[in-house]
């Protein structure tokens, strides 16, 4: 497209260097894959997937939940919030309030019942951008709740992971949610009702430890990141240069970590289609 140029479209006449580069701001982004520059609207058409090499970039959890639903939701425990049960600082619970005002969710999950394709489900959707998705109280108790709403209702449960694990300024308290939730779903195991676990772009720690991967279906999105400790942990402990994509949802599904890995477009028909065979 080097014929379309500015001068000749004349598009920003009349405007300052300011004023240009405001209204291209935001337009246009740069996929960290592949590094083309990508049109903003694009990205957005094709499931924040780069059109050019499918890189999938990371997606905030409400958008999630609006990907897999039908149509519309009920969201449960929006009023539960974190303190801070160690009575450590001020700072602490500053973060809580800059990423409660950043994301507009009460902590790092949101939960929600609805339909997909037709079949009742509960959701959680965890989300990176508040403390990186990790996981203390709030977290562990409103998936405990959601496991418990599927046992209720014999309604399949997904839980989409996202999380960099453990919240470590909850220290034991956080740790505890490993247990708590693993056995919440032992009990939903039991009452035979469908679990799909869903591990995006990063999936670590004691989450990685825990729930993410104690679906009846493990599914992993390209390219995502997963496992317990980082790469640059393992190799500096173990002294080894680590395989070509090591971690990666490609590798674990190698090397029988997953079940399946699917893409984004994909993933709301291979999770219907899964359903039908877990439940019809």
Known sequence: MAWFTREKTGMDEGLGEGEKRLRTEGLWLKCESCGQIIWKKALDENLQCCPKCEFHFRVDART???????????????????????RLDEAYRAKLATAKEATQASDAVLSAS?????RRVNICAMEWKFMGGSMGAVVGEKITRAVERSVDSRSPLIIISASGGARMQEGTISLMQLAKISAALMRLDEARVPYISVLTDPTSGGVTASFAMLGDLNIGEPGALIGFAGPRVIEQTIRQKLPEGFQRSE?????GFLDAVVKRSDMKAYIARSLRFFCD
Request: charged share 25%.
């Open 114 to 118: 609805g339909s997909l394709d037709g």
């Open 251 to 255: 590798f674990l599904l190698e090397h």
């Open 64 to 86: 999630r939940l609006g990907m897999l639903f039908d149509d519309g939701f009920e969201e449960f425990d929006t009023g539960m919030t974190s303190c801070d049960p160690l």
